[in-house]
Each structure stands twice: as structure tokens, then as C-alpha cells.
């Protein structure tokens, strides 16, 4: 197996700020293993960005007030819980499904892909702001679908520290999608789905690398529930990769 931790830590980054605490963040990846070849969707970053202009990344971002308050069906697996709640200061269950619904909002807001059943109406109270806009579609998340499968710490003295939990989903359990969220406008101009060899073939950030051949292997181990949840950070200068 490949030591990704030499690669993050070989990996050239700036280090001009004062010590930030990590936000919590979640990402999703997701799937479709219908082919031979499994694929993943990647998005584009605006080139205006200044937080990895131009990268390849999966959809995500940080978690909102508004993920702990979201109705869902299904619930997140216990193990996928479990393991959310390893190595936190204050663990909980419902941090963890915040954190689920997090990567859900997040895709929904910036691929219009909405993840979730159709099948119950319309969930009541939701969120102002993008559940609320989730919910008039008529879908509620569904957190059974979501898989906890790697989390990753920004180094310290990066200008944006994220302690960020990559999930995945499978294409099929998409719900709905609106169209005219990608554009030359918008926070990802373009949206691509490529097998794992073209995804490394990308403009990636290195930590994106990584969990994309993490993944890889987890999908070829038979994407079992048992398989362990990689776990990368910095110590005293270097990367280390723990198992969750």
C-alpha cells in the first residue's frame, strides 16, 4: 500500500498564519459503480477562488447551525456513527448526523443534486436558507444512504485549517436535481464524471489524491462496512494516517 503520509507531507504549502482551530467540514463523494469501471463526480473551482482556484475537488464544505436542526428518513449507520465520534472532544450522535447532512447540503448547494427520498412530502420547519430550498423540492435527506469513509486535518499555520469528514454516496440514491447551479458564475464551473485513473489525472489538491486512491481500495475490498476509516493529520511536523 502506498504511504500517502509522505506525500502529504512532501506537499509544498504556506504556512504565514497564527494557529487557527480546525472548522468542522464534510464532504461527499459521490459514486456510481454501475460500469466496470466505478466513476466519481468532480466539480471545478472558480478561478477566482482564492481558497484552490481551479482544483478538482468533491462538493462539501463547513457545517451550518441548520445541519443539527434538519429533518431526515433512515438513519446513519451505527459503525459510520462510531467511528464520527472517534477521536473528538465532545462526540455525539447528533454531531455526526449534522456532519452527514452537512456533505448532503453542501452537494445539494453546489451541484443541485439532491440526495434523499422523495417519497414522504415535504419536510416541515426546515432550516432557512439552502434546507429550506432543499425541502420545497419536496425531498428529505436520507442519512441510511451516506457512508463515513476517511477524515483529514489542514495542517497548522495554513491560512484555512478544516477538520473535514469525507462521505459517499451512490448516484442512485439521488432524489432530484435542478439545473443552472454550474457555470462560468458559480462557486464549481463544471461538473465531470470520470473513473478513479482519470480522476488522478486532474488538477487535484493532494489531500483529494489521497482520499481518492483510499476509496479506490475500499471499493475494490467490496466496499464492506467493516473496512476501516483512514484518519490523517500532523504531528510534530509530519503526517500521520490512524485508523477510525
Known amino acids: 500500500m502506498t504511504d500517502h503520509t509522505v506525500t502529504l507531507t512532501q506537499a509544498e504549502r504556506v504556512r504565514t498564519t497564527v494557529n487557527l482551530r480546525p472548522k468542522d467540514a464534510a464532504t461527499m463523494l459521490i459514486l456510481d459503480r454501475n460500469g466496470a469501471r466505478p466513476k466519481v463526480l ?4 472558480h478561478l477566482g477562488h ?3 482556484p481551479g482544483k478538482y475537488v468533491f462538493p462539501g464544505g463547513r457545517i451550518d447551525d441548520g445541519d443539527r436542526r434538519m429533518a431526515a428518513t433512515g438513519a446513519l449507520p451505527q459503525i459510520c456513527e462510531d467511528r464520527l465520534g472517534k477521536r473528538c472532544l465532545r462526540p455525539s450522535a447528533g454531531k455526526a448526523r449534522a456532519l452527514a447532512l452537512a456533505a448532503i447540503r453542501e452537494t445539494f448547494e453546489e451541484t443541485g443534486l439532491l440526495f434523499g427520498s422523495a417519497e414522504f412530502g415535504a419536510p416541515e420547519n426546515a432550516p432557512a436558507g439552502s434546507w429550506h430550498d432543499f425541502a420545497a423540492l419536496g425531498v428529505f435527506p436520507d442519512l441510511s444512504t451516506v457512508t463515513f469513509v476517511a ?12 477538520d473535514t469528514r469525507f462521505f459517499t454516496v451512490d448516484a442512485s440514491a439521488m432524489a432530484k436535481r435542478i439545473d443552472g447551479i454550474i457555470g462560468p458564475d458559480s462557486e464549481l ?5 470520470v473513473d478513479f485513473e482519470e480522476a488522478k489525472q486532474l488538477d487535484l489538491p493532494t489531500i483529494t489524491q489521497v482520499i481518492l486512491q ?5 471499493i475494490a475490498g467490496g466496499f464492506a462496512p467493516y473496512l476501516p476509516v483512514p484518519f490523517y493529520w500532523e504531528k510534530r511536523g509530519s503526517f500521520v494516517r490512524e485508523e477510525l
Open 42 to 45: 468532480m466539480g471545478k473551482r
Open 50 to 52: 482564492k481558497f484552490m
Open 151 to 162: 477524515r483529514a486535518i489542514t495542517p497548522p499555520r495554513r491560512p484555512k485549517r478544516f
Open 189 to 193: 464551473t463544471d461538473l465531470v464524471w
Open 214 to 218: 483510499e476509496v479506490e481500495l475500499r
